[in-house]
Structure formats: structure tokens, C-alpha cells
């Protein structure tokens, strides 16, 4: 706890309207990634001036914001999210970001879209949605990569949950990640850890 206060001393803070965002977030109750994976959201899109980007699971648009403001000026997003209300919030800061060009939101379940997803050869593909469709978001998705594109993963830790001792009463989300960790660190297509940056990230290059 000392460090990752240390840390969070040590980085400048977001943007007002990430902090704002933020905020919003919070006090609504609305799940979105630690600060610290934004961050990290962030530094993957500038190094690789990633330009294809697919998000599964909107809400707010917290974990797209920090995306979008790493954008190259070609850079396009696309986010699948079922609940208007939320991405209709999302929008909004988007649009005062200036970035709304760069984004468009898909109001469908995920599972219905990828399928018929038309894009190809994506540099990132970022998932934080239903934890029991992880393993079949990743199926879809990994053919969509190009050849060192990368998938990331959020919420792999789930609290601490992940890594407790298995009961029988776990809740159906905790038993689908430990399942998913499992498949994805043997996942034939991709080189892929797991390192505890906020709940936990998953990253997968694809390299077959």
C-alpha cells in the first residue's frame, strides 16, 4: 500500500475531464478501470500509435477517454456497450473532448456484434464487460489482431477473488475468470501475462 502511494504521489494527475469523468463514475456506482490502468491504457496506444482500436463495454467511457486522448490524429475506436443511457453519457465527454469523431458506439451486446464485426487487423482490442463472456469475447476477438496486435483484459484479480481457495458457493463471475485466466495464459495464438496493475490486466500479443 506504501508504494502504490508512493505511486499515485509520483504521477501527475489526468486531464480535468478524466478526473471529472472519474468522479462521475464513482458516485454513480458505475464500474471503471483504476486510474493506474487507464494509465497504462494510455502509454500501449503511444507506443504503438495504435489506430484500430474495439472496446467491449462502454459505460461510461472512462477506459475510452484515456484511449482516445492517446489517439494518432488517424486513430478510430470502436465501443460496444447495450445500455444507451450509459454511452449517452459517455458521448457527452466525449464530444467536450473533442473526440467523438474518433469513437463510434455500438448499442448491442457484444455477442450479437462480433460476429459480423467487419474490421480487421486491429492493433488493440480492450475488454471489461460481462465476466462470463470473457472466454468468448477472446474467440472472437484474437482473429481480429493483426500479427502483434494486442488484446487486454481488465478485472483478472476480481478483488482478490480470483486467487482465493474455490467453494462451491463462488459466484458464477469469480468462477468464469479463474476459468478465463487459465485459457488465456495458455491461449495457442498469443504470448500473455497477467500483472497486477489496478484489479489486474491481462495482455496478449498475438503472435500466431
Same mark, same amino acid.
Given at each position: ?27 454513480e456506482g458505475i464500474p471503471i478501470v483504476d486510474r493506474a490502468a487507464g494509465r497504462f491504457l494510455s502509454v ?7 489506430? +484500430? &482500436?474495439?472496446? %467491449?463495454?462502454?459505460?461510461? /467511457?472512462?477506459?475510452?477517454? !484515456? ?9 478510430? &475506436? !470502436? ?6 443511457? +450509459?454511452?449517452?453519457?459517455?458521448? $457527452? ?9 474518433? =469513437?463510434?458506439? %455500438? ?13 480487421? #487487423?486491429?492493433? %488493440?482490442?480492450?475488454? *471489461? ?18 500479427? $502483434?496486435? =494486442?488484446?487486454? %483484459? *481488465?478485472?483478472?484479480? !476480481? $478483488? ?7 467453494? $462451491?458457493? *463462488? ?5 468464469? =475468470?479463474?476459468?478465463? #485466466?487459465?485459457?488465456?495464459? #495458455? ?12 484489479? /489486474? =490486466?491481462?495482455?496478449?500479443? +498475438?503472435?500466431?
Amino acid at each position: 500500500m506504501r508504494d502504490l502511494a508512493y505511486l499515485t504521489r509520483l504521477h501527475r494527475e489526468p486531464p480535468p475531464l478524466l478526473l471529472e469523468l472519474e468522479q462521475h463514475g464513482l458516485r454513480e456506482g458505475i464500474p471503471i478501470v483504476d486510474r493506474a490502468a487507464g494509465r497504462f491504457l494510455s502509454v500501449l496506444v503511444h507506443c504503438m500509435q495504435a489506430n +484500430r &482500436i474495439l472496446e %467491449i463495454g462502454t459505460a461510461f /467511457g472512462y477506459s475510452t477517454l !484515456w484511449m482516445a486522448l492517446a489517439l494518432p490524429p488517424a486513430g478510430r &475506436i !470502436w465501443t460496444i456497450d447495450p445500455n444507451i443511457e +450509459r454511452t449517452e453519457i459517455a458521448m $457527452s465527454y466525449f464530444r467536450r473532448a473533442g473526440v467523438d469523431d474518433r =469513437i463510434e458506439v %455500438i448499442n448491442q451486446p457484444a455477442l450479437e456484434v462480433l460476429g459480423s464485426f467487419p474490421q480487421r #487487423n486491429l492493433d %488493440i482490442v480492450f475488454i *471489461d464487460a460481462l465476466k462470463t463472456e470473457y472466454t468468448d469475447y477472446l474467440e472472437e476477438t484474437v482473429p481480429m489482431l493483426k500479427r $502483434s496486435g =494486442i488484446v487486454v %483484459i *481488465d478485472n483478472l484479480l !476480481w $478483488s482478490g477473488r480470483a486467487a482465493a481457495v474455490p467453494k $462451491s458457493g *463462488d459466484e458464477p463471475d469469480t468462477v468464469a =475468470i479463474r476459468a478465463f #485466466n487459465k485459457a488465456f495464459l #495458455n491461449h495457442p495464438e498469443l504470448d500473455a501475462t497477467i500483472v497486477p496493475i489496478g484489479d /489486474g =490486466i491481462g495482455i496478449g500479443a +498475438r503472435v500466431d
